[in-house]
T-cell receptor, first 109, second 113 residues
Framework: EDQVTQSPEALRLQEGESSSLNCSYT??????LFWYRQDPGKGPEFLFTLYSAGEEKEKERLKATLTKKESFLHITAPKPEDSATYLC??????????FGTGTRLQVFP | GAVVSQHPSRVICKSGTSVKIECRSLDFQATTMFWYRQFPKKSLMLMAT?????????EQGVEKDKFLINHASLTLSTLTVTSAHPEDSSFYICKPDTTYGYTFGSGTRLTVV
């Protein structure tokens, strides 16, 4: 069965304290892996999409990496405004997305 | 990128009434719209896929008579929750197919009392 698992469920960081979020997946025929940011009461905001193992993408303090079994979202020197829920999703041979349950990140000043 | 406008952002309705949620594509024509549902602290779950001019495709376990989806034009897809009950309270979000990027609508918080 296709599955996406994110860890940790919640993460509290001091401002400037770098860390990584994990997304492990068991999907046959992966087409793409997506990272989204979601603020309370809002729709998900697209961050990255990765298509093949070894691929990396960066945006400001965020860097996403992909292997054959998992993806990491690295957050370097986070700021309080980075506080949000980070969602990982995979797609197979269609545009349907299978989501993980997310990591709730809180960054304290 | 593609802009999707979703309304209303919040709605409270009485049990037994129906609620319509709209998703409009503002700067593109969406032939396909995906409708997701999100429970508190849970994953987004795909409910159904709407296609312009044809019947929607529902995921397993989703009641098609309760969640009516209409995609009458290339710029408007609607989800109507019929005879709503408290267990239908949730966050509903739409998303067009990836031809137009990876943007989601802003979501609708439905509370049934």
């Amino acid at each position: 069965e296709d599955q996406v698992t994110q860890s940790p469920e919640a993460l509290r960081l001091q401002e400037g304290e770098s860390s990584s979020l994990n997304c492990s997946y068991t999907v046959s025929g992966l087409r793409g892996l997506f990272w989204y940011r979601q603020d309370p009461g809002k729709g998900p905001e697209f961050l990255f999409t990765l298509y093949s193992a070894g691929e990396e993408k960066e945006k400001e303090r965020l860097k996403a990496t992909l292997t054959k079994k998992e993806s990491f979202l690295h957050i370097t020197a986070p700021k309080p405004e980075d506080s949000a829920t980070y969602l990982c999703a995979v797609s197979k041979n269609t545009d349907k997305l299978i989501f993980g349950t997310g990591t709730r990140l809180q960054v304290f000043p | 990128g593609a802009v999707v406008s979703q309304h209303p952002s919040r709605v409270i309705c009485k049990s037994g009434t129906s609620v319509k949620i709209e998703c409009r594509s503002l700067d593109f024509q969406a032939t396909t719209m995906f409708w997701y549902r999100q429970f508190p602290k849970k994953s987004l779950m795909l409910m159904a896929t709407s296609n312009e001019g044809s019947k929607a495709t529902y995921e397993q376990g989703v009641e098609k008579d309760k969640f009516l989806i209409n995609h009458a034009s290339l710029t408007l897809s609607t989800l109507t929750v019929t005879s709503a009950h408290p267990e239908d309270s949730s966050f509903y979000i739409c998303k067009p197919d990836t031809t137009y990027g990876y943007t989601f609508g802003s979501g609708t918080r439905l509370t049934v009392v």
